[in-house]
């Protein structure tokens, strides 16, 4: 079966947060531009606005993704733990 439009939407969106997130956390939030984001995807930074309308939109999804996954852990330490720092 071949991916979507939503599908290939959604795997590039997760391209750009992946770099983003690499930049914000190498560079700092302040120090990163869309642009070096852009150059290092090889798209135009026009293209990043398709995905997120900002710089602070991007940052705020990194962190939902991030989140989303910290409470994922969480849980699956939750059910397979037995104690505290199994859990962990």
Do not use: W
């Not at 590039?12 to 947060?17: D, G, N």
């Not at 984001?37 to 930074?45: D, E, P, S």
């Not at 398709?50 to 330490?77: D, T, V, W």
Request: aromatic share 12%.
């Amino acid at each position: 079966m071949f991916p979507t439009k939503e599908d290939v939407h959604g795997i590039k969106r997760q391209e750009v947060l992946r770099e983003a997130a690499a930049f914000f956390n190498f560079k700092g939030y302040h120090a990163t531009s869309l642009t070096e984001i852009a150059t290092k995807l090889g798209v135009t930074k026009a293209a990043l606005y398709h995905y997120f309308p900002n710089k602070n939109s991007l940052l705020a999804a990194c962190f939902e993704q991030a989140m989303e996954i910290a409470f994922a852990s969480l849980e699956r330490g939750r059910k397979e733990g037995s104690n505290g720092r199994e859990r962990l």
